[in-house]
């Protein structure tokens, strides 16, 4: 049998039981009919993807048909039938690395093993980067192994052409717990993410396990990118490991791709010294394990396969909007001419789509609803077209009058809609905030799969790979996959723009913008703010000390810097409409005594006048000279100056030097009684006068109170934005509250200590 007489259809083939399966595709042993040749046939449900990630698919195949390595799995040939694609690949009866650990060597394979899989897989790898590809899936999973011990690196679902896209990608693939940090960051990434994904294959191998296995794909996301680099702990494992090993696998896994050593330059590290020949995994492995189709092959599960589909494939109309596919010199003309689809109405619940029941007939009543996309040398058309080209093919169609039978696969080309009928769910992905993400282990949106965030590409990266590390033989045997190979067999499927940059990847995350959806909540709905309670909570002496003029009606507040504690600031929040607030300036001097604040210097104090509509607030900011003056009676006599309608500032202050004032008073009066006998009218004067101001304060700090309750319910109408540094601003007068309650409460005691002395004095005097 040579490369080119592979047939292109189910009916060539004799399909086994399964021998893998994937998160996208079930692998079928298979005999191809006409030489008895045993081959795998990877089997995907072309209705479990986008538009956009049949791309990948075709990627996939065309770059596996073109792999001439012994180390790379190469594709026969591929072909559709119905909504199926079907890859014909060799039979690597081993299976894969991860299904040989799973199967007899959970606690991973002993160090010599490992090596000689590993040099074989970087083989495949130098080989691929050479070419200008990253693999961008490397992992144990995908590590195949055939019955001489020979190990193939296997599919490229994800692998892409840096010849095509330049040599930095952005796009977020990969399988989280392989996932190098800059891929799970989108910082652009090249051939280093496949080092990366090597280093955590070769810890793979060494534990049975990748790091962080067993979480979730955003946990992984998060502790990849929060965390150290995972290393070898040659303690926990079963099996003994050099440093050597440690040491190799470290060069892998450094957060900098920069520090990453080429595939070229590690396969020189000392580690694969010790690598032996293919043969050796033979005793080594293949002798510790049942064939492959011996195993038990779990289930992966897989997004619902549905045979309900409407949809008829056809995929060997020439197309006349694409150049026909120009096969490879290289590639295996194996082509998807599957003249047959898929009859869906044959396809009940419990039929199985290997096996069509009858033979599958030609798509003659459907023709308007072919689909036509291209895997490498299979064409399949109607491609997502222009604009224009859509509204006119949707005007012929409504001019020939034929009813389009309803469209339930993901690939319908639904006229209304042509343009992005297969990509919306795509485009709407946002590229992930990390920082976001990361801290959600449940997003909405999260598929078990494959996962993948979109980015679109709006400047195309050069295109050239990464010319430090790689080099491209044209002339050499080893050139397959060059770019030219690549374009020119058929790969390229003419793309909406919206789905230009898109790639396919292990998993699918779709997460709404957060922001975007955050913003609408909040303009929606804007959090309500928390109601005000009244509690005796202790405060800081600082927030009472602070000089703050409360503008109660419109929640404005304005907070000093000057106090001298390292009280946090509050906002600062402009009312609407605004009232005139001039903030204060308090001098640095500031010193406290007991719980009031004393200002030394008090010609630095600016006055600051507040007006609010409550007329609560004529805030008369600053430091009246008496307020500091050591004389009793002198303090005594500028005290009245304080209005019941200053500032809390004020009235801190003044309240403060009544407190002063009180005790001083008290004193003299007891010392001119005792001397004396006698006391000086004035005093009862000064004293009632005290009073008076004392009780205004009171009532003054009650207002105060109902009005910052008022104000903070009054916020609450405020917009979205303002509410956000209103619940700030709440938590503060919360604060200013209850220092006021405390305030009040020490007042009232004054007071009544100060009616019992002056009562007192009355009775002596009487
Ligand atoms: N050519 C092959 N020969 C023998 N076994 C194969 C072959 N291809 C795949 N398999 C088996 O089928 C399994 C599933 O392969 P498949 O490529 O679909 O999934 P995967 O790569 O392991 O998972 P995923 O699709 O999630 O990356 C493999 O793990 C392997 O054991």
Redesign the pocket.
């Known amino acids: 049998m040579t490369d080119t007489n592979w047939a292109n259809r189910l009916d060539d083939f004799e399909l086994k039981s399964p021998?893998?399966?994937?998160?996208?595709?079930?692998?079928y042993?298979a005999i191809y009919k006409l030489t008895r040749k045993l081959v795998?046939i990877?089997m995907i449900d072309l209705d479990m993807f986008e538009r956009n990630q049949i791309d990948e698919l075709r990627r996939e195949t065309a770059l596996m048909a073109l792999s001439k390595h012994p180390n790379v799995?190469r594709v026969y040939g591929s072909f559709v039938n119905g909504s199926k694609l079907y890859i014909v690949?060799?039979?690597?009866?081993a299976?894969?690395c991860?299904?040989i650990l799973k199967t007899g060597f959970q606690h991973g394979f002993e160090e010599i093993t490992i090596a000689t899989i590993l040099r074989q897989a970087l083989e495949g790898l130098v080989y691929l980067h050479k070419n200008g590809h990253i693999h961008r899936?490397v992992?144990a999973?995908?590590l195949?192994m055939d019955d001489h011990g020979g190990v193939l690196l296997?599919?490229f679902?994800v692998s892409s052409s840096l010849a095509e896209k330049g040599d930095v990608r952005k796009t977020f693939v990969g399988?989280p717990c392989w996932m190098a940090p800059e891929v799970m960051e989108q910082a652009g990434y090249d051939f280093k993410a496949d080092i990366w994904s090597f280093g955590i294959t070769a810890l793979e191998l060494a534990k049975g396990h990748a790091p962080f296995a067993k979480f979730p794909p955003m946990k992984v996301l998060m502790l990849t990118l929060s965390n150290d680099p995972p290393t070898l702990d040659r303690e926990s494992t079963v099996h003994k490991y050099s440093k050597g090993f440690k040491d190799m696998i470290d060069c892998c896994l450094q957060k900098d791709p920069q520090k990453r050593p080429t595939a070229e330059k590690l396969l020189h590290h000392p580690f694969f010294k010790q690598a032996k020949r293919k043969e050796y995994l033979i005793k080594s492995i293949l002798a510790n394990v049942p064939p492959?189709e011996q195993r038990p092959h779990k289930k992966?599960p897989q997004k619902a396969i549905t045979f309900e589909s409407t949809e008829q494939w056809d995929f060997d109309t020439p197309t006349t909007e694409e150049p026909p596919p120009i096969v490879p010199p290289t590639s295996v003309p194996v082509t998807g001419t599957a003249s047959t689809t898929m009859n869906n109405t044959n396809n009940s619940s419990n039929h199985n789509p290997m096996f069509p029941a009858t033979p599958a007939t030609p798509a003659t009543a459907a023709t308007n609803n072919k689909k036509h996309i291209s895997f490498g040398d299979v064409v399949i058309r109607d491609p997502p077209k222009p604009d224009v080209e859509q509204q006119q093919q949707q005007q012929q169609s409504q001019q020939s009058q034929q009813p389009l039978p309803p469209k339930k696969s993901r690939f319908s080309i639904n006229p209304e809609n042509t343009n992005n009928s297969t990509t919306s769910s795509a485009s709407d992905i946002v590229p992930l905030p990390l920082s976001r993400l990361c801290s959600q282990d449940s997003i909405q949106g999260e598929r078990k799969?494959?996962f993948e965030v979109q980015q679109q590409h709006t400047t195309p990266p050069p295109s050239q790979p990464n010319k430090e590390q790689h080099h491209h033989p044209s002339s050499s045997s080893e050139s397959a996959l060059s770019r030219e190979n690549s374009n020119s067999s058929g790969l390229s499927l003419p793309r909406n723009s919206s789905t230009s940059s898109t790639k396919s990847s292990?998993f699918s995350v779709e997460i709404e913008n957060p922001a975007g959806r955050e913003g609408q909540s909040q303009q929606q709905q804007p959090p309500p703010l928390p109601l005000l309670p009244i509690n005796d909570h202790p405060v800081s002496t600082s927030a009472t000390t602070a000089a703050i003029a409360i503008s109660a009606s419109s929640a404005s507040l304005v907070s000093s810097s000057s106090t001298t504690t390292s009280t946090p600031q509050p906002p600062t929040i402009t009312p609407s409409p605004p009232v005139t607030t001039t903030a204060v300036t308090l001098p640095l001097e500031c010193r406290k005594k007991g719980r009031f604040e004393l200002i030394g210097d008090t010609t630095s104090a600016t006055t600051t006048t507040t007006s609010t509509k409550s007329n609560l607030a004529t805030a008369v900011v600053g430091t009246h000279p008496h307020d500091h003056m050591d004389s009793p009676l002198s303090s005594l006599s500028g005290s009245p100056n304080t209005s019941p309608y200053t500032s809390l500032t004020r009235d801190h202050q003044s309240a403060a030097h009544t407190a002063r004032l009180l005790t001083t008073t008290a004193s003299t009066i007891a010392n001119n009684s005792q001397e004396n006998g006698n006391v000086p009218p004035i005093v009862y004067t000064q004293l009632e006068a005290l009073l008076k101001q004392t009780e205004a304060q009171r009532s003054l700090l009650n207002d105060m109170m109902v009005n910052v309750r008022r104000g903070s319910a009054e916020t609450t109408t405020t917009t979205a934005a303002t509410a956000v540094s209103n619940n700030d601003t709440v938590e503060h007068l919360q604060q200013l509250l209850t220092a006021s309650l405390r305030e009040r409460d020490r007042l009232s005691r004054e007071n009544d200590s100060l009616k019992r002395e002056l009562n007192n004095l009355r009775r002596q005097q009487q």
């Open positions: 021998i893998g399966y994937g998160s996208s595709a079930v692998v042993g795998a990877k799995l690949t060799p039979y690597l009866s299976g894969s991860l299904d899936d992992k999973g995908n195949l296997a599919d679902g399988t492959l992966v799969s494959r292990r």
